[in-house]
């Protein structure tokens, strides 16, 4: 039987083509995503699982408790978490772009108003006013940009 290590190792080295198709044969069905950065991870840890066990029914039967004591946000949209950046409603957010100033408010149900007009986030505020995908909370400034 071959180090764990170094099989951990060839699946660095793996396309990912490669490490879909050593994912479908570590768990027996095909990824929900093909990108290496996601698979390598999965891949790794279901190799040690399978070599050294996974966990005890102990520890899953405290992981079910701890998650069911999770408080999650039941507004989602599109099946993701409600955006951490939905304001309080009245916040409102401004930016100058091309000369107008865009302002948005936040309302309930973690949605904005925009010129009267109800967005479901404040990324489809931005897409309205710039014709193209942007990201709402930077269109807005609300996160850095990376230097």
């Known amino acids: ?4 290590a170094e099989e951990i190792a060839e699946l660095r080295a793996m396309t990912g083509v490669e490490l879909v198709e ?13 990108h290496p950065a996601w698979l390598f991870p999965r891949c ?11 966990l005890s029914d102990v520890a899953k039967a405290r992981l079910e408790e701890l998650i069911s004591e999770i408080d999650f946000p039941l507004d989602s949209v599109r099946g993701r978490a409600a955006e951490p950046r939905t304001g309080t409603p009245g916040t409102t957010v401004s930016r100058i772009w ?3 100033d865009v302002r948005a ?12 007009v109800i967005y479901r986030s404040l990324s489809a505020v931005a897409k309205h006013v710039t014709g193209s995908h942007w990201s709402g909370p930077g269109f807005f400034g609300l996160t850095r ?3």
């Open 145 to 147: 940009r990376a230097e």
């Open 98 to 100: 091309r000369g107008h």
């Open 22 to 34: 050593r994912y479908v044969e570590l768990f027996g069905r095909k990824p929900r995503c093909k």
């Open 105 to 116: 408010t936040a309302v309930d149900g973690g949605c904005w108003e925009h010129e009267g």
């Open 44 to 54: 790794a840890w279901r190799l040690q699982e399978l070599r050294f066990g996974g």
């Open 1 to 4: 039987m071959r180090p764990v």
